[in-house]
C-alpha cells in the first residue's frame, strides 16, 4: 500500500504538476508550432495559386473551345 501513495502524503502534489515540467521542452513545443503553422500556411497558399490556374485555364477553354467545335 505505501508503494501507491505519494512520498509527501495524500494531499501533496505529485511531481508531474504541470509547474514543474522543463521550460525547455515547452519552448520545444511552441517551435515545433510555429514551424507546423509555417508549413499550413504556405501549403494553402501553393493550393489557392493552384486553383487560381486552374479556373483561369478553365475559363480560357470555355472562351476558346466553341470556336474549334463549329469550324
Same mark, same amino acid.
Given at each position: *500500500?505505501? *508503494? ?22 515547452? /519552448? ?21 495559386? /493552384?486553383? /487560381?490556374?486552374?479556373?483561369? *485555364? ?14
Amino acid at each position: *500500500m505505501t *508503494m501507491l501513495t505519494h512520498p509527501g502524503g495524500p494531499s501533496a502534489r505529485p511531481c508531474h504538476a504541470s509547474e514543474s515540467r522543463d521550460p525547455a521542452r515547452t /519552448g520545444a513545443a511552441a517551435a515545433y508550432l510555429a514551424t507546423a503553422k509555417r508549413l499550413f500556411a504556405r501549403v494553402l497558399v501553393l493550393l489557392a495559386a /493552384g486553383l /487560381g490556374l486552374a479556373a483561369i *485555364m478553365a475559363l480560357k477553354v470555355a472562351v476558346y473551345l466553341p470556336r474549334f467545335i463549329h469550324h
